[in-house]
């Protein structure tokens, strides 16, 4: 058990930076998610931490020890690979035990490991098969399996989860987080789906061309992201943008498509007449006779709720998520709760939150 | 199961295909057939031209007289057993060889690697054929002529194999490296207990290949090993056949049997990986 | 094509190669260098003195008839190899790719003749054409057919073009084999489907679709008639008679061996590699092309 911290981490290949510097400080036992859209260098951030890249800057501290120039070996650490890297002519077994026994560990501590972790993870009685002979759920724990027996510092995960099929990848979401928190071991976990980076991470790194775009926790990132970029990111349907300009002092925003909105936390600093980008959750948006009139487009009943696609009277196009059923064409009105909004700089596209009371 | 027939389209065509293949079948064989039943006859019988197309009563000492002594005195066992040796010492030195450049060129950034691998591929192009006699002057000055070692690594010299595993190793998956690299397993360790095991099929595959290969030499044999000792047979065997007149032909075909089972019998009794090795990495 | 993951180190690699490396220079590289530099050089009469002769050699074998004729033999010689080895290999590819009883077996029982040596192939071909000791021979000079390879050129070149191609039938009938095999079943129903009766189906579909396997056995089979069956003329005609059977490969022999005309048989070398280099080269282009489907 230890502590990871990731000081200016930075990465080219070549000519090309793909890491521009990254911090992070990871707590004992947590499990932090890194998410981010395929480039963003998430996958090669986890690599420079497992030391099968070397940084082109930067340190790796795992429990208190420098380990930026140590093998991958010689840093007390695990991984689970996205095809799980089991060797097809070894046992389930001997899978397993292959790292113990290259430490040079007597048999009988081999085995005892191996022993529990199989247990642990309900996988005994395949102990003696080869991988081909395992479903892939199977072979994902017998991959956990391999990480656990080596009592690691941090365990590593690379996407083990994509190539599950969506109800397994639900139910090993749910095994991971279990076992991760059961065993305690500090955890980076490395996805590009947001359902899991919610449901998975006690704190979430957005990665953004190579920037950590946003640390924090799920629901933080959900409630306040802080750019666009998260704001887009997190979230299905996607939040809808619209555009803005700051008005009455900055008490309010004036939207393209026509009226005004006050903010319902405060005032924002800048000039007046700055351009803004607005944000609001497609499930945060209701239909009111005295809202915006939305030219419906596209209507997609889910069930339990109904996803609206339509477009404002300025032509920008807008989400709307409603509970239960609703009308299948024609114009809806729809209202923007002022205290649903997010404020993003236009250019920048940061989040600009209310100036702190004079 | 074909589905797009009608059944008694099928019934006609398959008739057709059997009868085909019966065909082909017998062609193959007759020649066979003929010396395997020859070898049963004495001389005489072969020399008058009666060809005979069953067994006769002279297997046992044909085959006796052949394997002790030979009709031009070398005895076929020897010439057997150098055979053996050369087919053997083709088949497992190329593999080695092989697979150790492959591994050092796929698994490490060599230094001149591409240098490495382009002159590995330029041999491919030219057969031991043509380059001959400049090939025996090296061997000749090296003083290997009329030795296993001239005879053998000659042949080892190109890098048909090499390719070969280069290709699979490129198949090999990253997260193995490393997986490995994370349980602490250096090149030569993962070497023996990754990459080894999983080329087991292409090594058979190439084991096959390169056994026939190197006991059907005929050339390069005909020109470095000259000497009874090292002599295979396959040239013994054409050797025997030399002067037409009082060539003794029962022992020819007694010879030639000798000489084309063993390679026979490998590619048989290996078949399975044999034809999927040459198809799936072959040239 | 490189990985994303390899191992440190510089010793260990330079001694993993160095066993290849130096055999292939000590055995391939320098005798190869040696045949170019040989093909430029003369030696006297005596064998005492060597000059530089620039392309003398090359002149000299163009202006010569014998080996023009020789060249001409090759052709000859390989075309009918590789046409012979090629048709027959795929018309029983194409029977035995079919799902009838006993596939297995046949394949097996068609499959052996590769590992026959080219020279025994061609031991096995006496008994079958040897005027007075072969079946067929024999039978056919008593039927009133003169038949004796030994005597007639026509004759001679036909009996080793088929020993040649008997043995290659194999090999082609392997790869044609697996070719077939690989034809996706969707793409000859949909055929079938579109009311293609079987043989229009075959060359419409089957047969383009297997040109890859076809155009590659062509190089194959080329390169084996050209180099390979050195041993099949060898045992057979010794290059007679009167020259009839004499291929490249053999004239380079009998000039390096038995005249020991070193420049002479080097000069052909060198032509004979660049005919190789050249097949390769086209093989590859082709192969590339492929890729980019």
Same mark, same amino acid.
Request: net charge neutral; proline share 6%; glycine share 8%.
């Given at each position: 058990?230890?502590?990871?911290?990731?000081?200016?981490?930075?990465?080219?290949?070549?000519?090309?930076?793909?890491?521009?510097?990254?911090?992070?400080?990871?707590?004992?036992?947590?499990?932090?998610?890194?998410?981010?859209?395929?480039?963003?260098?998430?996958?090669?951030?986890?690599?420079?931490?497992?030391?099968?890249?070397?940084?082109?800057?930067?340190?790796?501290?795992?429990?208190?020890?420098?380990?930026?120039?140590?093998?991958?070996?010689?840093?007390?650490?695990?991984?689970?690979?996205?095809?799980?890297?089991?060797?097809?002519?070894?046992?389930?077994?001997?899978?397993?035990?292959?790292?113990?026994?290259?430490?040079?560990?007597?048999?009988?501590?081999?085995?005892?490991?191996?022993?529990?972790?199989?247990?642990?993870?309900?996988?005994?009685?395949?102990?003696?098969?080869?991988?081909?002979?395992?479903?892939?759920?199977?072979?994902?724990?017998?991959?956990?399996?391999?990480?656990?027996?080596?009592?690691?510092?941090?365990?590593?995960?690379?996407?083990?989860?994509?190539?599950?099929?969506?109800?397994?990848?639900?139910?090993?979401?749910?095994?991971?987080?279990?076992?991760?928190?059961?065993?305690?071991?500090?955890?980076?976990?490395?996805?590009?789906?947001?359902?899991?980076?919610?449901?998975?991470?006690?704190?979430?790194?957005?990665?953004?061309?190579?920037?950590?775009?946003?640390?924090?926790?799920?629901?933080?990132?959900?409630?306040?992201?802080?750019?666009?970029?998260?704001?887009?990111?997190?979230?299905?349907?996607?939040?809808?943008?619209?555009?803005?300009?700051?008005?009455?002092?900055?008490?309010?925003?004036?939207?393209?498509?026509?009226?005004?909105?006050?903010?319902?936390?405060?005032?924002?600093?800048?000039?007046?007449?700055?351009?803004?980008?607005?944000?609001?959750?497609?499930?945060?948006?209701?239909?009111?006779?005295?809202?915006?009139?939305?030219?419906?487009?596209?209507?997609?009943?889910?069930?339990?709720?109904?996803?609206?696609?339509?477009?404002?009277?300025?032509?920008?196009?807008?989400?709307?998520?409603?509970?239960?059923?609703?009308?299948?064409?024609?114009?809806?009105?729809?209202?923007?709760?002022?205290?649903?909004?997010?404020?993003?700089?236009?250019?920048?596209?940061?989040?600009?939150?209310?100036?702190?009371?004079? | 199961?074909?589905?797009?027939?009608?059944?008694?389209?099928?019934?006609?065509?398959?008739?057709?295909?059997?009868?085909?293949?019966?065909?082909?079948?017998?062609?193959?064989?007759?020649?066979?057939?003929?010396?395997?039943?020859?070898?049963?006859?004495?001389?005489?019988?072969?020399?008058?031209?009666?060809?005979?197309?069953?067994?006769?009563?002279?297997?046992?000492?044909?085959?006796?007289?052949?394997?002790?002594?030979?009709?031009?005195?070398?005895?076929?066992?020897?010439?057997?057993?150098?055979?053996?040796?050369?087919?053997?010492?083709?088949?497992?030195?190329?593999?080695?060889?092989?697979?150790?450049?492959?591994?050092?060129?796929?698994?490490?950034?060599?230094?001149?690697?591409?240098?490495?691998?382009?002159?590995?591929?330029?041999?491919?192009?030219?057969?031991?054929?043509?380059?001959?006699?400049?090939?025996?002057?090296?061997?000749?000055?090296?003083?290997?002529?009329?030795?296993?070692?001239?005879?053998?690594?000659?042949?080892?010299?190109?890098?048909?194999?090499?390719?070969?595993?280069?290709?699979?190793?490129?198949?090999?998956?990253?997260?193995?490296?490393?997986?490995?690299?994370?349980?602490?397993?250096?090149?030569?360790?993962?070497?023996?207990?990754?990459?080894?095991?999983?080329?087991?099929?292409?090594?058979?595959?190439?084991?096959?290949?390169?056994?026939?290969?190197?006991?059907?030499?005929?050339?390069?044999?005909?020109?470095?090993?000259?000497?009874?000792?090292?002599?295979?047979?396959?040239?013994?065997?054409?050797?025997?056949?030399?002067?037409?007149?009082?060539?003794?032909?029962?022992?020819?075909?007694?010879?030639?049997?000798?000489?084309?089972?063993?390679?026979?019998?490998?590619?048989?009794?290996?078949?399975?990986?044999?034809?999927?090795?040459?198809?799936?990495?072959?040239? | 094509?490189?990985?994303?993951?390899?191992?440190?180190?510089?010793?260990?690699?330079?001694?993993?190669?160095?066993?290849?490396? $130096? =055999?292939? #220079? %000590?055995?391939?590289? &320098?005798?190869?260098?040696?045949?170019?530099?040989?093909? !430029? +050089?003369?030696?006297?009469?005596?064998?005492?003195?060597?000059?530089?002769?620039?392309?003398?050699?090359?002149?000299?074998?163009?202006?010569?008839?014998?080996?023009?004729?020789?060249?001409?033999?090759?052709?000859?010689?390989?075309?009918?190899?590789?046409?012979?080895?090629?048709?027959?290999?795929?018309?029983?590819?194409?029977?035995?790719?079919?799902?009838?009883?006993?596939?297995?077996?046949?394949?097996?029982?068609?499959?052996?003749?590769?590992?026959?040596?080219?020279?025994?192939?061609?031991?096995?071909?006496?008994?079958?054409?040897?005027?007075?000791?072969?079946?067929?021979?024999?039978?056919?000079?008593?039927?009133?057919?003169?038949?004796?390879?030994?005597?007639?050129?026509?004759?001679?070149? $036909? =009996?080793? #073009? %088929?020993?040649?191609? &008997?043995?290659?039938?194999?090999?082609?009938?392997?790869? !044609? +084999?697996?070719?077939?095999?690989?034809?996706?079943?969707?793409?000859?129903?949909?055929?079938?489907?579109?009311?293609?009766?079987?043989?229009?189906?075959?060359?419409?579909?089957?047969?383009?679709?297997?040109?890859?396997?076809?155009?590659?056995?062509?190089?194959?089979?080329?390169?084996?008639?050209?180099?390979?069956?050195?041993?099949?003329?060898?045992?057979?005609?010794?290059?007679?008679?009167?020259?009839?059977?004499?291929?490249?490969?053999?004239?380079?022999?009998?000039?390096?061996?038995?005249?020991?005309?070193?420049?002479?048989?080097?000069?052909?070398?060198?032509?004979?590699?660049?005919?190789?280099?050249?097949?390769?080269?086209?093989?590859?282009?082709?192969?590339?092309?492929?890729?980019?489907?």
């Amino acid at each position: 058990m230890a502590t990871l911290d990731l000081a200016g981490i930075r990465k080219s290949f070549g000519p090309v930076e793909v890491l521009h510097g990254v911090d992070l400080a990871v707590r004992d036992g947590e499990m932090i998610v890194i998410v981010g859209a395929s480039g963003c260098g998430k996958s090669t951030l986890l690599r420079i931490v497992a030391g099968l890249e070397r940084p082109s800057g930067g340190r790796v501290v795992i429990g208190g020890r420098d380990v930026t120039a140590l093998e991958p070996a010689e840093r007390d650490i695990a991984m689970v690979f996205q095809n799980y890297a089991l060797y097809p002519h070894m046992t389930v077994a001997q899978n397993m035990g292959y790292g113990l026994r290259i430490r040079g560990l007597p048999r009988a501590e081999i085995a005892r490991r191996v022993g529990e972790a199989a247990a642990l993870l309900g996988i005994e009685a395949l102990l003696d098969r080869r991988p081909r002979q395992l479903s892939g759920g199977q072979r994902q724990r017998v991959a956990m399996g391999r990480a656990i027996v080596r009592e690691p510092k941090l365990f590593l995960f690379d996407e083990p989860l994509s190539n599950l099929d969506a109800k397994l990848r639900v139910q090993m979401r749910a095994e991971i987080r279990r076992l991760q928190k059961r065993l305690g071991v500090t955890s980076l976990f490395v996805t590009h789906d947001q359902v899991e980076a919610m449901t998975l991470g006690d704190r979430l790194v957005v990665m953004h061309q190579g920037h950590a775009a946003q640390v924090a926790t799920p629901m933080e990132v959900f409630e306040r992201p802080a750019d666009t970029y998260v704001a887009g990111f997190i979230g299905s349907p996607a939040m809808n943008v619209l555009a803005g300009r700051l008005a009455e002092g900055g008490r309010a925003v004036a939207l393209a498509a026509g009226p005004v909105i006050r903010f319902a936390d405060g005032p924002r600093p800048g000039a007046e007449g700055e351009p803004l980008t607005i944000g609001i959750r497609p499930e945060h948006l209701r239909p009111d006779p005295a809202g915006l009139p939305l030219a419906l487009e596209l209507v997609e009943p889910l069930g339990s709720e109904t996803v609206l696609h339509g477009r404002l009277p300025g032509g920008e196009a807008l989400v709307v998520k409603l509970a239960g059923a609703a009308p299948r064409e024609g114009v809806l009105p729809i209202a923007l709760p002022p205290e649903a909004l997010h404020v993003f700089q236009a250019g920048s596209g940061k989040r600009l939150d209310p100036a702190p009371p004079a | 199961m074909s589905t797009t027939d009608s059944p008694g389209g099928r019934a006609g065509t398959d008739w057709l295909a059997h009868a085909v293949l019966l065909l082909g079948v017998v062609l193959f064989a007759l020649p066979l057939w003929i010396v395997l039943m020859g070898s049963s006859h004495d001389a005489a019988t072969i020399g008058r031209g009666e060809v005979p197309l069953l067994p006769g009563p002279h297997a046992a000492e044909n085959y006796a007289a052949a394997w002790g002594r030979g009709p031009t005195g070398v005895p076929v066992a020897r010439m057997l057993w150098n055979s053996t040796v050369m087919a053997l010492c083709v088949a497992v030195g190329k593999i080695a060889i092989s697979i150790l450049s492959a591994y050092a060129v796929v698994f490490f950034r060599l230094p001149g690697r591409n240098l490495v691998f382009w002159s590995i591929f330029l041999t491919l192009m030219l057969p031991v054929e043509v380059r001959i006699f400049p090939t025996f002057k090296v061997v000749s000055d090296l003083g290997l002529v009329n030795t296993y070692a001239g005879l053998i690594i000659p042949i080892i010299a190109s890098a048909t194999a090499t390719l070969l595993f280069r290709q699979f190793f490129l198949t090999i998956p990253d997260e193995f490296v490393e997986a490995a690299k994370m349980d602490g397993a250096g090149p030569l360790r993962f070497f023996r207990d990754v990459v080894l095991p999983l080329s087991r099929t292409n090594m058979a595959a190439l084991f096959v290949i390169l056994f026939v290969y190197g006991w059907n030499q005929y050339l390069w044999p005909l020109l470095v090993a000259t000497s009874e000792d090292v002599e295979t047979v396959v040239i013994g065997m054409v050797k025997m056949i030399g002067s037409e007149s009082n060539t003794d032909w029962s022992l020819v075909m007694t010879t030639c049997v000798l000489a084309l089972l063993p390679p026979v019998l490998v590619v048989l009794l290996m078949q399975r990986w044999f034809v999927k090795g040459l198809t799936e990495t072959e040239k | 094509m490189e990985r994303k993951t390899v191992f440190e180190g510089k010793l260990l690699p330079c001694l993993l190669v160095a066993p290849q490396l $130096l =055999v292939t #220079i %000590l055995f391939f590289f &320098w005798p190869a260098g040696q045949a170019v530099w040989f093909a !430029f +050089l003369r030696q006297d009469a005596f064998g005492i003195r060597t000059s530089f002769v620039g392309l003398e050699n090359f002149q000299d074998l163009f202006a010569d008839p014998l080996y023009l004729e020789t060249l001409r033999n090759t052709l000859v010689f390989a075309a009918g190899v590789s046409l012979i080895a090629l048709t027959v290999a795929l018309l029983l590819a194409v029977m035995a790719d079919r799902q009838i009883r006993g596939a297995g077996l046949y394949r097996i029982l068609l499959v052996w003749p590769y590992a026959i040596a080219p020279a025994v192939a061609a031991v096995l071909w006496i008994f079958l054409f040897h005027p007075q000791i072969g079946l067929l021979g024999r039978a056919l000079n008593e039927a009133g057919l003169p038949f004796d390879y030994k005597l007639n050129g026509t004759q001679a070149m $036909l =009996v080793v #073009i %088929l020993a040649a191609a &008997w043995k290659q039938v194999s090999y082609n009938f392997i790869f !044609f +084999l697996a070719g077939l095999q690989s034809i996706p079943k969707s793409v000859l129903e949909a055929a079938a489907i579109d009311g293609a009766r079987p043989a229009y189906r075959f060359w419409t579909v089957t047969f383009p679709l297997l040109s890859p396997t076809t155009f590659f056995l062509l190089v194959v089979n080329l390169v084996y008639a050209f180099f390979e069956t050195f041993g099949v003329i060898d045992a057979l005609t010794k290059g007679g008679p009167a020259r009839a059977t004499e291929t490249l490969i053999y004239r380079a022999y009998i000039d390096g061996r038995v005249n020991l005309d070193l420049g002479m048989s080097s000069a052909q070398s060198v032509v004979l590699m660049l005919v190789v280099i050249l097949l390769t080269a086209v093989q590859f282009r082709f192969i590339e092309r492929r890729v980019h489907y």
